[in-house]
């Protein structure tokens, strides 16, 4: 095993699963620091994960026994712009597993599209609630449109089909399994190139997005908590700076997600420095997509405190469990 550079007495690594003791799930990788430092009360916390109510494969009620399985102590439901997958997560969700109802909302900045996680939120709440809808009823029509490009180029992908694929929130992962079976593709990430889907991509068409910085405000509004979901993504396109995370900030941001598996180990480091000058929390999180990403649960974890100050923040909905 590598040595931790955090040293014993700092430790803050989310990269490696953080308890050794009467493990849930899988057995664990151990380090002594971990043994010597850690509170032995350390929740397993993910807190971005995708289910069937938008671009995931897993169904919602079998996303929280997954969750479970994978050692997990804390799962947020976070799908792209909609809370439809709130209800079957709690009414399956397993004894002994705390659900953060939330979503991922799309926002943009400059003509850069950006995410929000948004936690805790009273989806009831109707300004947020006409936003997210919006955002949902354009995203069926950009997908049609995206279709209607396909078909007039005679790839055989099908409205119908498509939104059969999409048991919620349709998004471009659901085009691109159709682009797969119509064999033009083997995989979704073949498919987000600009041949095909890719942002500015040749059948790709752009959706409504809220300002980044106005979907913070609404999010704080609703009673919820907001953290920038991975803010230094850059393989996925143009990022922002440092000045729109300091107006989100002022805005009431809550943190930002620095552990996540786009993000290398140098944007990691500087997300820490900027979260710590801006006195936001940082968190970690899978991003999980079921077999739409290779991202497995868990494979980022978010540290105690910082959900703590999260679950603190947020007045919207009580997070359901232990
Ligand atoms: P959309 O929100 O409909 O524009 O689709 C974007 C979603 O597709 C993102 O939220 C990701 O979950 C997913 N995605 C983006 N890039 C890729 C990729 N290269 N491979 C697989 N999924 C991707
Ligand atoms: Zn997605
Ligand atoms: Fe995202
Ligand atoms: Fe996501």
Not at 159 to 171: F, I, N, P, Y
């Amino acid at each position: 095993m590598s040595a931790c550079r955090s040293g014993p007495r700092r430790h803050t690594c989310t990269d490696r699963p953080r308890t050794t003791l009467a493990p849930a799930g899988p057995v664990r990788a151990t380090h002594p620091s971990y043994v010597w430092s850690r509170p032995l009360s350390a929740r397993r916390i993910d807190l971005h994960t995708h289910s069937t109510a938008s671009d995931g494969t897993t169904e919602p009620g079998e996303l929280v026994l997954q969750a479970r399985l994978a050692g997990l102590d804390v799962v947020a439901l976070t799908d792209h712009d909609t809370t439809s997958g709130w209800a079957p997560a709690a009414a399956s969700r397993p004894e002994g597993l705390a659900l953060v109802r939330g979503a991922e909302i799309s926002c943009s900045r400059g003509g850069i599209s950006l995410h929000l996680l948004a936690y805790l939120f009273d989806a009831e709440e109707p300004d947020l609630a006409a936003r997210l809808a919006a955002l949902v009823d354009s995203r069926v029509h950009r997908a049609e449109r995206m279709v209607a490009l396909l078909t007039a180029d005679g790839a055989g992908v099908t409205w119908e089909r498509v939104r059969q694929l999409a048991g919620g929130t349709v998004g471009r992962p659901h085009v691109a399994q159709a682009l797969i079976e119509q064999g033009h593709v083997s995989t979704v990430s073949e498919a987000f190139t600009p041949e095909w889907i890719g942002t500015h991509g040749r059948y790709w068409v752009g959706k409504l997005e809220l300002d980044v910085v106005e979907a913070v405000g609404l999010v704080v509004r609703a009673g919820g908590a907001a953290v920038f979901a991975h803010p230094a993504a850059r393989r996925r396109g143009r990022t922002v700076t440092d000045d729109v995370i300091t107006e989100m900030a002022a805005a009431g941001l809550a943190g930002l997600e620095v552990d996540h598996v786009d993000h290398d180990a140098q944007a990691r480091a500087d997300l820490r420095a900027l979260a710590a000058d801006l006195d936001l929390v940082t968190t970690g999180s899978s991003d999980y997509h079921g077999t739409n990403k290779t991202v497995q649960l868990a494979a980022n974890l978010t540290p105690e405190s910082s959900y703590e100050a999260i679950v603190e923040r947020a007045t919207g909905v009580p997070v359901l469990g232990p």
